[in-house]
């Protein structure tokens, strides 16, 4: 059974900076094998892309968070991150980790607030 565990969500301030974290097990394939995204979702919106992350380290972010946001990942630990800074009021949201492009392989979320 595949499981994609996120954590490092929290409440920041404006301006702040946050590190989250998925961690990976279950999956069919080698995790090295699977395009890595995160994906978000903010009340009463769709979920939308943040980051990807390829096998071979190549990366592609958002418009709204290029700039701001890193992401990267671990292959021997099977894990993702996606450093945030410069965080915003609107990159208030529930963080998802999803493994492939065309799979329903997603975590639980993290919530990540960003308020004064």
């Known amino acids: 059974q595949v499981h994609l565990v996120e954590s490092g969500g929290g409440l920041v301030q404006p301006g702040g900076s946050l590190s989250l974290s998925c961690t990976a097990s279950?999956?069919?394939?080698?995790?090295?094998?699977?395009?890595m995204n995160w994906y978000r979702q903010a009340p009463g919106k769709q979920r939308e892309f943040v980051a990807r992350?390829?096998?071979?380290?190549?990366?592609s972010y958002a418009d709204s968070v290029k700039g701001r946001f890193t992401i990267s990942r671990d292959n021997y630990q099977r894990s993702l991150y996606l450093h945030m800074d410069t965080l915003k009021l609107e990159d208030t949201a529930k963080y998802y980790c999803?493994?492939?492009?065309?799979?329903?392989?997603w975590g639980q979320g993290t919530q990540v607030t960003v308020s004064s």
């Open positions: 999803k493994a492939g492009e065309h799979t329903n392989y």
């Open positions: 279950g999956l069919p394939f080698s995790f090295d094998t699977y395009i």
């Open positions: 992350i390829s096998r071979d380290g190549l990366k």
